[in-house]
């Protein structure tokens, strides 16, 4: 006998904006995130992190940390430029670092990859020969059949070239991201992203013509001065070239990114009502974008993904990657095992992440984790909860039973009851053993991930600095 799902209530003015929820308070890309990682006393030996991990189904994640150019909004661990043949130097350390996390995977049981990626920073800011280097590591250092599992790859308008596009396609890519955000210029320079129009097509071209299956594009909403009408221009500009996929993030103004030195003062009443406004014009354009394509052929699979409904599924959705059993290969990835995430120092400040690089492109010992956070006590069971219930299909009860011996709503009680109250819960789907989450609260995912948070990852979180 399972205990009663909580009942979702009308929806209220109230719960439609949130009440007192702020619907932008972070995106749960990863949980526990980054910041919430310390380094590690003990320094444990890969080869004894994965001795016990199942390595039949292994995720696998190459981070190229440059960038041509960095974004106003951007606050992702990358550096501008590699001057000094520094992505030279970088893939020898990603070439020993290969090494040795294959010899930590070790010959107990199958070791096998079911999916790929190259993310960053921007990996097609590598030239087309250190792209098939990047590709030669991943296969014959990882072991990696790139031409059998899906492979994802991050691009931009700027380095999407076809000579890059060639390798990528010979290499067996079959997912292309590229980050476009705005097709009308003015936003773009509004967002601090230098870019063109005629650009932005001219990649989108040269991505269409290598005939990778899946095209995805990123747009961004909430970026000064766009309407719901340029939002729509942009809409349909994407929905242009047919994407397999779109994604649409709003924007967050960070600390010790562009846009976050940017950011006007005026009193606490005065940043108050402003971000008041800016939390309205975002949830507006949200579900203009969202109900645009939604009436345009594409089923929603979270807050931020859209799919075309008769567009092929290259590997597993957005989540999957901060599954179990994920490898990470560079300096900005992370690795995750059933009891520690683990990587490298973070850093958002340019002269930061330009010593941990230079670090990463001197180190000889791969063996050991340095920073991270052990996964244990509730944390498996919220990290599951929060990664099922931000996708749209929802969480089956009978899963997380089977997986935990309990059922969620008895594990948490009082989110689950909050989220109901809020009508965050679809209490419609006619079935009780399905937690899904309303339409709203979908779009207000940004607020229940956080929602989630353990108060141990919370105080970890508050306490670090940023740098």
Not at 33 to 55: I, N, Q, S, V
Not at 343 to 365: C, H, K, L, P, W
Not at 370 to 393: N, T, Y
Request: net charge negative; glycine share 10%; with cysteine.
């Amino acid at each position: 006998m399972t205990s009663t799902v909580p009942t979702a209530p009308a929806a209220t003015p109230a719960a439609t904006t949130g009440g007192t929820e702020r619907p932008y308070q972070s995106y749960v890309y990863a949980y526990p995130h980054k910041t919430a990682y310390e380094r590690l006393g003990d320094r444990p030996a890969l080869r004894e992190l994965w001795a016990d991990e199942h390595k039949d189904a292994l995720q696998l994640y190459a981070h190229i940390p440059f960038c041509e150019v960095r974004c106003g909004f951007c606050n992702l661990f990358t550096r501008i430029g590699a001057p000094d043949e520094l992505t030279t130097r970088y893939l020898d350390a990603l070439d020993r670092q290969a090494t040795a996390v294959r010899d930590a995977l070790g010959d107990r049981g199958p070791v096998r990859f079911a999916a790929a990626a190259f993310g960053g920073g921007t990996p097609t800011f590598l030239t087309a020969g250190e792209l098939e280097r990047l590709c030669d590591i991943a296969e014959k250092r990882m072991g990696a059949d790139l031409r059998a599992v899906p492979l994802s790859v991050e691009t931009s308008p700027s380095t999407a070239t076809a000579d890059r596009l060639a390798v990528l396609a010979d290499r067996g890519t079959t997912r292309v991201s590229i980050g476009v955000q705005s097709f009308v210029d003015g936003e773009a320079r509004a967002a601090v992203r230098p870019q063109r129009r005629a650009d932005v097509e001219a990649a989108l071209g040269r991505i269409r013509g290598t005939r990778i299956p899946v095209l995805n594009i990123d747009l961004i909403y909430g970026i000064d001065g766009q309407t719901a009408q340029s939002w729509l221009a942009s809409l349909d500009a994407a929905l242009a070239w047919r994407p397999e996929e779109l994604y649409l993030y709003p924007l967050y103004v960070r600390p010790l990114t562009g846009l976050g030195r940017l950011a006007g003062g005026g009193g606490p009443e005065a940043r108050a009502a402003a971000d008041t406004a800016w939390d309205a014009q975002r949830l507006h354009l949200y579900r203009t974008g969202r109900d645009h394509l939604l009436a345009h052929g594409y089923e929603q699979v979270s807050m931020r993904m859209f799919r075309r409904a008769d567009a092929p599924q290259e590997g597993p959705d957005d989540y999957a990657c901060q599954t179990d059993g994920m490898v990470g290969l560079g300096c900005g990835a992370r690795s995750y095992t059933s009891s520690l995430h683990y990587s490298f120092d973070y850093a958002v400040n340019m002269g930061q992440i330009r010593d941990i690089v230079d670090r990463f492109t001197t180190t000889e010992d791969f063996t050991r984790a340095e920073h991270g956070r052990r996964v244990d006590g509730d944390e498996p069971r919220r990290r599951h909860l929060l990664q099922s219930l931000l996708q749209a299909a929802g969480l089956p009860r009978a899963e997380y039973r089977e997986r935990f011996g309990n059922d969620p709503v008895d594990d948490f009680p009082v989110e689950l009851a909050r989220f109901a109250e809020l009508g965050w819960l679809d209490g419609g789907n006619g079935s009780h053993d399905l937690l899904r989450l309303s339409p709203e609260g979908l779009a207000h995912s940004d607020a229940l991930g956080p929602a989630l948070f353990s108060p141990a990852v919370r105080a970890a979180m508050a306490a670090y600095e940023a740098r």
